[in-house]
């Protein structure tokens, strides 16, 4: 059974980037696709990016696009979430999940393992 884990999370003043980092033992990651999910206070929990098994293919949310991009090194069996230009909206706890196929996908009951998640915090 796979684990997830999240890391790089942090506190940073708008504009500034981080870098999440999401490491997957007990199992491969290469297989399947990979997504970035974020869910902020109050609200429910929403797709931010996906990457295909091999890298070839990515979706980005549209409020993210332009600023945040999805990675991953399947030799390290780690996929990242490099986020840049952040803005106080993008506060969450930031969440990567493995895809029950190849393909990456918006859709989150398409995933069937989790992280516990990473907060992220974006000071105005």
């Known amino acids: 059974q796979v684990q997830l884990a999240e890391s790089g999370g942090g506190v940073v003043q708008a504009g500034g980037s981080l870098r999440l980092s999401c490491a997957a033992s007990?199992?491969?990651?290469?297989?399947?696709?990979m997504g970035w999910f974020r869910q902020a206070p109050g609200k429910e929990r929403e797709f931010v990016a996906a990457?295909?098994?091999?890298?070839?293919?990515?979706h980005t949310a549209d409020s993210v696009k332009g600023r945040f991009t999805i990675s991953r090194d399947n030799a390290k069996n780690t996929v990242y979430l490099e986020m840049n230009s952040l803005k106080p909206e993008d506060t969450a706890v930031y969440y990567c999940?493995?895809?029950?196929?190849?393909?990456?996908?918006?859709?989150?009951?398409?995933?069937?393992?989790w992280g516990q998640g990473t907060q992220v915090t974006v000071s105005s």
């Open positions: 999940a493995r895809g029950r196929t190849y393909q990456p996908t918006t859709i989150q009951t398409e995933y069937d393992y």
């Open positions: 007990g199992d491969t990651l290469s297989s399947y696709g």
């Open positions: 990457v295909n098994r091999n890298d070839g293919m990515t």
